[in-house]
């Protein structure tokens, strides 16, 4: 019988989509449908870190490790924003 492999996912991914909700509100020009490719971009300036439950990495993280994280996260996810904003301005002038 082969190995589940469901239960893989990069850490990441669930707090970059939690904060981008949490921040759509302050980009109006974007719409939901604009929200993935942010999820995107970030997630993209992000390293990768791949765990099976979402405990794994955090239990063994440092609070110092743990802030860095987050902060490193909400750089990205605010970058995000701003490219994809950007490059829909672009193509609004086209």
């Known amino acids: 019988m082969p190995a589940d492999f469901t239960s893989l996912h990069n850490y990441h991914e669930r707090l970059v989509v939690d904060l981008v909700v949490d921040l759509a509100a302050g980009y109006p020009l974007l719409t939901e449908d604009h929200h993935p490719d942010v ?12 765990i099976r439950h979402q405990v794994d990495l955090s239990f063994h993280m440092t609070e110092k490790e743990r802030q860095e994280s987050e902060q490193a996260i909400r750089e990205a996810v605010l970058f995000a924003f701003e490219f994809v904003q950007a490059r829909y301005a672009m193509r609004a002038r086209r």
Not at 39 to 50: D, S, T
């Open 39 to 50: 999820a995107c971009v970030a997630l993209n300036r992000l390293p990768p870190r791949y």
